[in-house]
Structures are given as structure tokens and as C-alpha cells.
């Protein structure tokens, strides 16, 4: 079992920046891939930004170029730098792992991102 802690969510003015960090613990097998993923209110929770272990990456297309998504592989961290943001960023937002032998996935309880206009 791997259990993950986010931290960073608060309440930010359009056009700020917030960073959100998490970090992992227990059993975590490699490969795996880290992510970080957001659900607003009504609606689904949809993928963000994913980083594997070699730092290649993935980002929805609604955060490229403002988000960066980071990862320490030593400590088991992995972080998400959000600049110029939006009030249609506003969520909660999860941090995921995924071991790909296992094929498990692993949740944090979720840190809330509010972005006022």
C-alpha cells in the first residue's frame, strides 16, 4: 500500500501562482507514473498533468504552458507548479500514483485550489 499527502491548495487571484506538492510513502514499485489530477464541482475529475520516472511528461491541453509538473525520485515527491491561473482552475485538486507492475492506483485525499476573478 503507498499513501500520498498533498499540500499547497488556497485561494489565489487571477493570474497568480500556487505551487501544490505531494508526497509518497509505503510500498511503491517501480515503474510507476505520478500525476496530478482535478475535479471542479458537477463535474468529472479529469487528468492534469503525469510525470513518469524518467521525467517525460503529459499535460491537458486547458494547462500547457502555464503548469509544470515535477518529481523527486528519491524522496518520492512530486510537485505542480501552477502560474498565470485562471478562475476555471478552480478545484479540488488529487494527487495520483500508479505502479505499472501492480497496475494499481494510489489517491491523496485531494487540497482545494480556488482562483477568484
Known amino acids: 500500500q503507498a499513501q500520498l499527502v498533498e499540500s499547497g491548495g488556497s485561494l489565489v487571484q487571477a493570474g497568480g501562482s500556487l505551487r501544490l506538492s505531494c508526497a509518497a510513502s509505503?510500498?511503491?514499485?517501480?515503474?510507476?507514473?505520478m500525476g496530478w489530477y482535478r475535479q471542479a464541482p458537477g463535474k468529472q475529475r479529469e487528468v492534469v498533468a503525469l510525470?513518469?520516472?524518467?521525467?517525460?511528461?503529459f499535460y491537458a491541453d486547458s494547462v500547457k504552458g502555464r503548469f509544470t509538473i515535477s518529481r523527486d525520485n528519491a524522496k518520492n515527491t512530486v510537485d505542480l507548479q501552477m502560474n498565470s491561473l485562471k478562475p476555471e482552475d478552480t478545484a479540488d485538486y488529487y494527487c495520483n500514483l500508479r505502479c505499472h507492475v501492480t497496475d494499481r492506483d494510489y489517491w491523496g485525499q485531494g487540497t482545494q485550489v480556488t482562483v477568484s476573478s
Open positions: 509505503g510500498s511503491i514499485f517501480s515503474p510507476n507514473t
Open positions: 510525470i513518469r520516472e524518467s521525467d517525460s511528461t
